[in-house]
């Protein structure tokens, strides 16, 4: 079973469009461009063929990813409550930086915007701890103490 994506509604929204324009317009551009070169005759020196095929499989492989990713993902809805979660916007102090992340689902994770998947170390160890608490994450560089100082 796949893992469950969690999307906010924007990027739900997002990829849904972009599913639909590939299967209706992209798909019906690239069956033209495919009957046009086959017109120029032997298939098998035709560059013009070669390449659209090339794209038509590009475009039915990302449908496919697209269809797997809204298929198992859920609709990020942020819960009231004060425990950290996915949807969670956290501000936490590391020794004398203060340090403000979105736990986002990982399809979502754009480290140098701060939004950080729930897998990640610092975003999984993050996970159901409230204000106050002191979380020791391990990453590949070492042990850090971070302790959290608000929620959103």
């Not at 969690?6 to 317009?25: F, G, H, N, Q």
């Not at 969670?88 to 992340?101: D, L, N, P």
Request: net charge negative; no cysteine.
């Amino acid at each position: 079973m796949a893992h469950k994506q969690y999307l906010s509604k924007e990027s739900l929204d997002e990829l849904k469009k972009e599913l639909e324009e590939l299967k209706t317009t992209k798909r019906m551009e690239i069956a033209q461009r495919l009957k046009q070169a086959k017109e120029y005759g032997d298939l098998s020196e035709n560059s013009e063929y070669a390449e659209a095929r090339e794209e038509q499989s590009a475009i039915e492989t990302r449908i496919f990813e697209l269809e797997e990713l809204l298929k198992n993902s859920a609709l990020l809805v942020k819960q009231e409550g004060d425990a950290v979660m996915v949807g969670s916007v956290v501000t936490a102090r590391k020794g004398e930086k203060t340090i403000t992340y979105s736990i986002v689902g990982s399809y979502e994770a754009k480290p140098e915007e701060g939004k950080i998947s729930d897998e990640s170390p610092i975003g999984k160890a993050f996970l159901r701890h409230r204000v106050g608490d002191k979380v020791k994450v391990v990453t590949r560089t070492g042990e850090a103490e971070y302790e959290i100082l608000k929620i959103e």
